[in-house]
């Protein structure tokens, strides 16, 4: 009862961690929707070229927040699918606070680092570059409506109306001058804020619960275990470090980079299992993006790249 207790503990703070990022994501997405003028939304909607270069340098601050900003940016396509991965790939989670608590030397941390905001950056660029090229990359315009949609959120009925008469035959600019009005007082600016609290209260109910349950099964496996599995086989580690930097809670990472320190991982399998671990962001990606296939293959490719890096860094021994 008392490792469940412990559990439970950590995943209420490392979610409640998340909050305040998730609130002023959903914040800033509802203000373009709702009140931006239309000159703003087309720049956002037309920023997306160095979203992976961006994504990946933010990813790497010690902040696992960010991994699940880029899903529900994401899910709203106001950034594009290169942008979150570049994000995934490069995040940091908990890597930095353990190389800090063992007091390694700082050029292996900024190495790691380094590599993983590359790997982020170029893979980012070349999945958009790709889907430009065989015009898969969407459609160009938000979707945070949507989003809402499937949320029920609840927008107050005049959102609804200026969003179907743009729509129906109104123009962009019209849509914004509707939201402009209807939330120059205080019941529209009040909407806004109720639909991102609502939008975030949902995620973080979701995140808390699938963090706790990985939780309980990293803590009942343990990491002797964990690094039994994971020795001894540098290309059998390498696959099944990257499966475990998937699991979206910050025991991942915590596990992989200790094993590393403590010389049972490899630099390769370490740093498939670290491009993996990108916090809880391919968990937020499931739960606020509609396509489930989708879904599958951003994650699937996610864990194939960290693999075919591991597997390179490991053949050609370059050590951090």
């Known amino acids: 009862m008392d490792f469940v207790l412990h559990v439970l503990e950590h995943s209420i703070f490392d979610t409640l961690e998340l909050v305040p990022l998730l609130f002023l994501t959903y914040l800033a997405m509802e203000a373009i929707e709702h009140t931006a003028s239309a000159h703003v939304r087309t720049a956002v909607e037309r920023s997306g070229k160095a979203g992976p270069v961006v994504g990946s340098l933010l990813g790497a601050l010690p902040q696992c927040g960010f991994s699940a900003m880029a899903a529900t940016l994401y899910a709203g396509r106001v950034v594009t699918v290169g942008t979150l991965v570049a ?4 995040t940091s989670d908990e890597m930095v606070p353990v190389f800090l608590a063992h007091q390694e030397p700082l050029g292996s941390l900024f190495a790691i680092m380094g590599v993983k905001v590359a790997i982020g950056a170029v893979v ?3 999945v ?3 889907l430009r090229a065989r015009n898969r990359a969407g459609d160009g315009k938000l979707h945070i409506h949507e989003l809402c949609e499937r949320e029920h959120c609840h ?3 005049h959102d609804s109306h200026a969003y179907d008469h743009a729509h129906e035959g109104g123009s962009s600019g019209d849509y914004a001058h509707d939201h402009s009005h209807g ?8 909407a806004i804020v109720r639909s991102a609290l609502i939008h975030t209260v949902q995620v973080t109910f979701f995140i808390l619960v699938v963090t706790f349950a990985f939780g309980l099964l990293i803590e009942y496996v343990g990491q002797d275990a964990l690094g039994a599995l994971l020795a001894n086989h540098p290309v059998r580690a390498t696959f099944v470090a990257a499966l475990v930097g998937l699991i979206p809670n910050c025991g991942a990472s915590v596990a992989i980079t200790e094993l590393y320190l403590d010389g049972v991982l490899a630099a390769g399998p370490m740093l498939a299992g670290l491009l993996a671990s990108g916090g ?5 990606l499931w739960r606020t993006n509609a396509g489930a296939r989708q879904n599958a293959v951003i994650t699937t490719f996610v864990y194939a ?12 021994g370059i050590l951090f």
């Open 87 to 90: 994000v995934v790939l490069s």
């Open 124 to 126: 980012g660029l070349a």
């Open 128 to 130: 958009d570059a790709v």
């Open 155 to 157: 927008c107050d009925e």
């Open 183 to 190: 939330h120059s007082h205080a019941h529209g600016r009040w």
């Open 280 to 284: 809880v962001g391919l968990l937020v």
């Open 305 to 316: 790249v960290a693999v075919v890096a591991g597997l390179v860094v490991g053949a050609l």
